[in-house]
């Protein structure tokens, strides 16, 4: 059963993309294939539709696109002639993006057997690019330091508190007043990790126009919070008498 809604094919100039049929007949690793090649025909466009058709499709079952990423990701090599290739450089580029959005909307990658090991190719990888100097402070280029600089991001989130984290530290600040520093942050979404590592997928996000905060210009203040706040909420007074109790008691 196809997902879309009324998308047969997709085209762009003269390619033609798969029909939704037939990305929905592809293995995990086919998808995370197709999902590089879609990154290469339009890696500006927020808009693209077909990628979004493929992340979502990717989703259904993510930790199966994880080891098929963390390979692509060990392919490239800047300190190597044979690694650095741009081509190698851009599917890599394209998977840990892909690889960020399933953390920050699907399952948290470091509750997994299989996000774990695409984690470290990720680290690895900004191993690799410190000892080609992707850090260095010559002119800039978005193949070297950008690039460097946004998976340094990518893997923070990954790692320790992410978008989500930081959409449901907004909601519960704002709709239930409970105000969360970065350690309790950290230590509660440790906590949604091992109660339901999908937790990212429990509610869609929203803009919130908070008019209680202004910016220095004098407008108020926009945030990403949860549309379904509830899920967070109660998780939240679950794990404040389940894991503060024995804490305090320590």
């Known amino acids: 059963m196809v997902i879309g809604q009324g998308?047969?094919?997709?085209?762009?100039?003269?390619?033609?993309?798969?029909?939704?049929?037939?990305?929905?007949?592809?293995?995990?690793?086919?998808?995370v294939e197709e999902y590089c090649r879609e990154d290469s025909r339009h890696r500006y466009d927020?808009?693209?539709?077909?990628?979004?058709?493929?992340?979502?499709?990717?989703?259904r079952d993510a930790v199966k696109a994880m080891y098929p990423s963390a390979?692509?990701?060990?392919?490239?090599?800047?300190?190597?002639?044979?690694?650095?290739?741009?081509?190698k450089g851009d599917r890599a580029d394209a998977v840990w993006n892909l690889l960020a959005h399933l953390d920050g909307n699907?399952?948290?990658?470091?509750?997994?057997?299989?996000?774990?090991?695409?984690?470290?190719s990720i680290r690895r990888l900004l191993e690799r690019m410190e000892r080609s100097h992707f850090d260095g402070a010559d002119d800039y280029d978005y193949r070297r330091q950008g690039?460097?600089?946004?998976?340094k991001i990518d893997l923070q989130w990954i790692e320790g508190i992410n978008q989500c984290d930081e959409a449901i530290r907004h909601t519960l600040k704002l709709k239930y007043k409970i105000a969360l520093s970065d350690k309790a942050l950290l230590d509660f979404v440790t906590y949604l990790i091992s109660k339901d590592p999908h937790y990212p997928g429990w509610s869609k996000r929203e803009e919130y126009k908070d008019l209680t905060q202004h910016n220095q210009a004098g407008y108020p203040i926009w945030y990403l919070i949860m549309k379904n706040?509830?899920?967070f909420y109660e998780a939240y007074l679950?794990?404040?008498?389940?894991?503060k109790p024995s804490a305090n008691s320590e």
């Open 147 to 151: 690039r460097y600089e946004i998976l």
């Open 229 to 231: 706040p509830q899920p």
């Open 106 to 120: 699907v399952i948290r990658l470091r509750a997994s057997h299989e996000g774990r090991p695409a984690i470290a």
């Open 71 to 87: 390979r692509i990701i060990d392919q490239y090599d800047p300190t190597t002639r044979e690694g650095r290739s741009q081509g």
């Open 46 to 59: 927020v808009l693209d539709r077909f990628r979004d058709l493929l992340e979502t499709y990717i989703s």
């Open 7 to 31: 998308v047969s094919a997709f085209w762009t100039g003269s390619t033609q993309h798969k029909s939704e049929e037939e990305i929905a007949r592809m293995t995990p690793e086919q998808l």
């Open 238 to 243: 679950e794990y404040q008498a389940k894991v």
